[in-house]
């Protein structure tokens, strides 16, 4: 038995115990929004998920607008232009739109602001994950104890047989 020992030592050294003091050191300065996050995982997970997508549709415009104004042009060729722009057209007058012009930007804009938006994906996740505990706790919280409070003044009482 005794060549089981370093394993049945190693076994030992990843218990409960050590794992809560490593978890401790790494949440020291976060301790308060861990507690509050074991407490209400839902509404902290639901606000991160919120934040994620709003951070994603917020800079969009901003960025479209930039690109369409600036003088910036992405260098694509003219064919792939005037196919794409075919293709979209196609697709806009199925759906009861007027067709893009055949040497329109509009598209290459589009498809470099969504690919900005995805390049900022480390900035979102960053904003989302420091911003959710605030969030969680002065807008998501309130407004699901307004929800419930409503919901149950809402329901009809029992009727007494």
């Not at 639901?46 to 600036?70: C, M, Q, R, W």
Request: hydrophobic share 45%; proline share 7%; aromatic share 12%.
């Amino acid at each position: 038995m005794r060549f089981l020992y370093p394993i049945t030592h190693n076994v030992r050294r990843f218990t409960t115990a050590n794992t809560l003091k490593v978890e401790q050191k790494a949440t020291r300065g976060w301790r308060k929004y861990v507690q509050q996050f074991r407490d209400k995982p839902a509404s902290y997970v639901t606000t991160f998920a919120i934040l994620h997508e709003v951070t994603a549709i917020i800079p969009f415009p901003f960025i479209y607008y930039a690109l369409d104004a600036s003088a910036l042009s992405i260098p694509v060729s003219e064919t792939a232009i005037t196919e794409g722009n075919r293709f979209i057209s196609k697709v806009r007058v199925h759906y009861g739109y007027e067709p893009l012009d055949p040497q329109s930007r509009v598209m290459i804009n589009l498809a470099t602001t969504y690919a900005a938006v995805k390049l900022l994906m480390p900035v979102r996740l960053a904003a989302s994950a420091a911003l959710t505990p605030f969030f969680a706790e002065k807008w998501v919280g309130p407004l699901v104890g307004l929800i419930s409070r409503l919901g149950g003044k809402i329901r009809s009482p029992k009727p007494k047989m």
